[in-house]
């Protein structure tokens, strides 16, 4: 994919502002488990994913961590580029969870373009503002949700990503997606295995009742 | 305060734009305990706060409230005029904590200056960021922190916001502040006054023992 065809306002800037970004951009691959961003130690820039999938997470001081929110193919990703938001303070990390190809837009160039159009500020501004809501909903869940009902919304969000009932992951790992101990999922885990909503084996947890599991969720 | 002292832009814009924002702009006065700004319901605007002290929160489908964000003399409220970003789709309460005075531009006419001036939407992209920031900091406050190192760190801010040791508060609006049960937090203050960090009395909690207060809402 091209450059262009991640900004809806590329006709909007000039002939310049285009070669300026598009000159600058460049592909990078990481495989399944590969680190894109971490925290806030560095500059990444603006990232495209051009194919694959992406996670991002804050952590704690001790190592647990929490999902913010994923990216797909033609997402951007604003964060890794905080340095370039005076206002942002906070650190996200970055991982690939499948083979993902992305291209980066160094944060200076882009930032020395957006300081000049208005239309590609205010595209940023729209970027911004999903990510805003992706966490005021994570703080909805986290506040007002019972974790029965984040981990079966997980599940079957999963099942929609994966487009497959059957999903390769471990307790740990729904565990960090969710910011919860891995024994509290494998107890909850246990409990939907005994209701027969999921079936579990090593490495996998398979949804065997879809309908109650989306009904729980949307509790 | 002028219109023009909430903008660190405002020379970089037109004196037409000046202008049409200047001319549109109004004063409201809102009482202790005014409602600003009710959830997803209504455009109210750009919010400047000329004085008083104003609570941005979120709240549960049965009422449940969560404080995200507070904003004081000179703070700028973009959220309540979040039908003008068209990312922001979640909703946020705003009421005045102490008598207010604030002024009020109306979203259409700021939105249609930022659609035009680079240096306004960059503008406006940092107080987004800012706004974001707060909300990062209390999902990790409310994920990796105890509820009585929680506790600890709202009652010596409100100190700080306050001047004075003696908060005039009832354990259900603080509970509102933290998205916490009022028993639960009934139950802390009664452990925080058992250590002699505190002393209860109706209407009011006494911070007695600041230091330690201190140093448990750092741990």
């Known amino acids: 994919m091209e450059v262009s065809e991640f900004f809806p306002v590329w006709n909007k800037l000039t002939e310049n ?14 495989p399944k488990g590969g680190i894109l ?12 994913v051009q194919s694959g999938q992406l996670r991002a997470y804050t952590t704690s001081p001790d190592g647990k961590e929490i999902t ?10 604003l964060l890794s580029a905080s340095c370039m938001m005076n206002g942002i303070q906070f650190s996200v990390w970055l991982t690939a969870e499948k083979d993902s190809k992305v291209t980066v837009i160094p944060a200076d160039v882009y930032k ?11 595209f940023t501004n729209e970027v911004i503002a999903e990510r805003f809501t992706d966490t005021m909903w994570l703080i909805e869940q986290i506040m007002w949700k019972s974790f029965d009902r984040r981990l079966a919304a997980f599940l079957v969000e999963e099942a929609d990503i994966e487009g497959s009932n059957t999903l390769k992951t471990t307790h740990e790992a729904i565990g ?7 024994e509290v999922v494998s107890r909850m885990l ?20 879809e309908k109650r599991l989306r009904e729980l969720a949307d509790e």
């Open 17 to 30: 502002q285009r070669a300026t970004i598009a000159g600058a951009a460049f592909e990078r691959d990481f």
């Open 37 to 48: 961003h971490k925290g806030g130690t560095e500059c990444t820039g603006l990232i495209l």
């Open 68 to 77: 913010l929110y994923r990216l797909f193919e033609r997402d951007m990703c």
């Open 112 to 122: 020395a373009v957006m300081k000049e159009s208005a239309p590609l500020a205010n």
């Open 176 to 182: 960090n997606h969710l910011g919860s101990p891995r």
């Open 190 to 209: 246990g409990y939907f295995a005994s209701e027969g909503l999921v079936k579990l084996s090593r490495g996998t947890v398979e949804i065997v009742d």
